[in-house]
């Protein structure tokens, strides 16, 4: 606690932090906002529901594929304050479309069109939509150029001892900005979210100037912009090192897991709770919270130590309370009529306590499984690598999340009730758990390789 108390007193670590914090908190208002309109304004069908809320995760990851291997040559090859500065001042044009986006919908001054998208069509409204999509897309492209930074500038400005701790702040403040990003979302009216967005952008373009300078630890050498043959480089040049390999194949089924998840809250709030989009907007709270807890645990935990110790426990728990949660769901009363079930009606429900708890214990355990392995990117690599390796996982993270994209489509396609696509999570943290496993191992032999000082 002494160290973490340290560093939010530091420029070094700071500005990067606040500016973390309100692109993260930008990044779910507008997200939050835009699916809990269309789920709960257009749609009145759970299968439809489901396949919006997967296609917009998967327009929001398209950039990581396209974009990571570049940004990760930019961040280790230029300054990466400066990289900061031009993301943050691109995010202030990024909602200025976004947001007109979203006022324009809730005018609803166009006329519904349809989007095929296997055997069930979507619709939505022409203009609005167009423009809410064109931004989120816009928004990834933001995170993919920002994410390597928020990581590998850490152990730059910080001390090898201070590394794991800035990690868990980092995770921490992005689930606390998740967090009240996701809560006004469900609460505040759409044209109101539409403004804060626009606001939050410039507040976050002048925080982001406060970044010290971080200038490259390398010369700089000539920029890769062929988009396969960069990332094909880049991917093999990373895993090089098992520890590494291993940390981003299991950073990239956590999120397959979590993508899962979070596609399936919005229409399981709706269609099997009964629940009101604020409900919906409660549950991801519950989730940021819950992984913001976890985020700081593990550190004091392993005690400042970058290990993956704790992390096939950690995931083991994270499978056992989605069982839950999916238990709880099948006993769950829905009501009748279409009524839904506001916040304060929904938690005077007698399983709704259960449904939280459970929801919390899948969002602790998942943060105490992923931060140190996301510690393991930048701890274990050359420090002028360490872009290049969170742009390396950003890339696996986006094929897997895809992947879990395209896996809840198909399941809704099928007629597969929302409710039992959770178990899917369940089965997959067992995989997860195996690869911490299997990394902990090589952890320990690496160590024993090792020559004593």
């Known amino acids: 606690m002494t160290t ?22 930008n990044d779910n ?49 230029r300054d990466k304050a400066r990289i900061i ?10 909602m200025l479309i976004g947001g007109t986006g979203l006022i324009l919908a809730w005018q609803e001054m166009h006329a519904p069109f349809t989007i095929p998208l296997g055997a069930t069509e979507i619709g939505v409204t022409s203009t609005p939509i167009v423009l809410m999509l064109i931004a989120l897309f816009a928004l990834g492209m933001h995170s ?53 967005t626009m606001v939050t952008a410039l507040v976050g373009y002048v925080a982001g100037r406060q970044v010290p300078e971080a200038p490259p630890l390398v010369d700089p050498d000539k ?11 880049l991917i093999a040049a990373t895993l090089v090192d098992k520890r590494v390999f291993l940390a981003i194949v299991a950073i990239s089924f956590f999120w397959t897991i979590g993508t899962v998840l979070f596609i399936q809250f919005p229409p399981l709030a709706k269609n099997v709770l009964t629940a009101s989009k604020e409900v919906a907007s409660l549950f991801l709270v519950i989730f940021s919270i819950g992984v913001a807890i976890g985020s700081m645990s593990i550190n004091a935990l392993l005690k400042g ?18 069982v839950i949660f999916y238990f709880v769901c099948q006993l769950w009363q829905p009501l009748e009529g279409g009524a839904l079930l506001d916040a304060s009606g929904f938690v005077q429900q007698r399983m709704a306590v259960p449904l939280m708890l459970a929801l ?14 996301y510690a393991f990117l930048t701890t274990f690599v050359e420090t002028s690598q360490a872009a290049r390796t969170i742009a390396a996982n950003n890339i696996v993270n986006a094929l897997a999340m895809s992947v879990g994209s395209l896996i809840a489509i198909g399941l809704s396609h099928a007629g ?38």
């Not at 973490?4 to 908190?25: D, N, S």
């Not at 890769?224 to 094909?232: E, F, M």
Request: aromatic content about 12%; proline content about 4%.
């Open 144 to 196: 993919t150029f920002f994410g390597p930074i928020k990581y590998a500038i850490l152990p730059q400005h910080l001390k090898k001892d201070e590394v794991l701790a800035g990690t868990g702040l980092v995770e921490a403040g992005t689930y606390i900005a998740i967090l009240f990003g996701t809560i006004l979302a469900g609460w505040i009216p759409v044209e109101v979210a539409a403004i804060a």
């Open 305 to 322: 130590r970058v290990s993956a110790r704790y992390s096939p426990m950690s995931v083991i728990g994270m499978g056992a309370f989605v």
């Open 416 to 453: 597969v009730a929302i409710v039992d696509q959770v178990l899917l999570s369940a089965a997959m943290c067992l995989i997860s758990a195996w690869l911490g496993a299997i990394l902990y191992k090589a952890e320990q032999r690496a160590e024993l390789a090792e020559p004593v000082q």
């Open 29 to 77: 208002l507008y997200k939050n906002a835009m699916v809990l309109f269309v789920v709960y304004s257009i749609y009145n069908s759970e299968s439809a529901e489901a396949s919006f809320s997967a296609l917009a995760s998967a327009i929001f990851i398209i950039p990581f594929f396209l974009f990571s291997a570049l940004a990760g040559q930019l961040a280790d090859m």
């Open 223 to 233: 920029l890769d912009y062929n988009v396969w043959r960069s990332s094909k480089n």
């Open 4 to 25: 973490t108390t340290h560093l939010v007193r530091q420029r070094r670590f700071a500005p990067l932090f606040v500016t973390q914090l309100l692109g993260a908190f």
């Open 85 to 94: 500065r031009i993301v943050k001042a691109c995010e202030i044009g990024i």
């Open 360 to 373: 919390l214990g899948i969002a602790v355990a998942g943060g105490m499984f992923v931060v140190p392995l």
